[in-house]
């Protein structure tokens, strides 16, 4: 069975330090991985996936199949980074696995 | 494009009672999908559509029903409400094509079963 495991229900930083959003999954085939966030009063949405390789808004996500993690990571966060943050494994179906969400704050 | 809409955004429920959340979305997305969104426990997938007239179950079906008579429209209803059933729902689609390809999620209804 497929699973994904976020361990923290919150995270609180200052603003400028740098941040890690930890993730873990269990799946037996080859994982598609995303991370979605929700910012305060909007709607879930896509903010990377590790096919892409991409940086959006200064975050990253290496997919690390040795360890099964797909951590989240930025150098240096900004107030406007605080929200709900879920990552997401897809599958055969084209449905989503949800982890349970890590709420992140970025103090002024 | 409206992208995927909900209705209503809140309702509030007595056991028993039996309601239709409603979504729709316009870009033509062959996959849809309901989750509910508990705290601490993300999103769970409730039911899901792979195109018109199919429908399957997901994670927490139990107490809802679907069904997809087009492929705008992804109805989700709650048979007889119960308190267990209070939560955030949210509807979401996809396009077929890709395993890679992004959900789109509609606002969501929060609902309420006293």
């Known amino acids: 069975a497929q699973r994904v495991t976020q361990p923290e229900k919150l995270l609180s930083v200052f603003k400028g330090a740098p941040v890690e959003l930890k993730c873990n999954y269990s799946?037996?085939?080859?994982?598609?991985l995303f991370w979605y966030v929700q910012y305060s009063r909007q709607r879930l949405q896509l903010l990377l996936r590790h096919i892409s390789r991409e940086s959006i808004k200064g975050f990253t996500a290496d997919l690390n199949k040795g360890e099964t993690s797909f951590h989240l990571k930025k150098p240096f966060a900004q107030e406007e980074d605080s929200a709900m943050y879920y990552c997401a494994l897809h599958n055969a179906g084209n449905m989503l696995t949800f982890g349970g969400g890590t709420r992140l704050m970025v103090k002024p | 494009n409206a992208g995927v809409t909900q209705t209503p955004k809140f309702q509030v429920l007595k056991t028993g009672q039996s309601m239709t959340l409603q979504c729709a979305q316009d870009m033509n997305h062959e996959y849809m999908s309901w989750y509910r969104q508990d705290p601490g426990m993300g999103l769970r997938l409730i039911h899901y559509s792979v195109g018109a007239g199919i429908t399957d179950q997901g994670e927490v079906p139990n107490g809802y029903n679907v069904s997809r008579s087009t492929t705008e429209d992804f109805p989700l209803r709650l048979l007889s409400a119960a308190p267990s059933q209070t939560s955030v729902y949210f509807c979401?689609?996809?396009?077929?094509?890709?395993?890679?390809?992004?959900?789109?999620f509609g606002p969501g209804t929060r609902l309420t079963v006293l």
């Open positions: 979401a689609s996809s396009a077929r094509r890709f395993s890679y390809n992004e959900q789109f």
């Open positions: 799946y037996s085939g080859s994982p598609e």
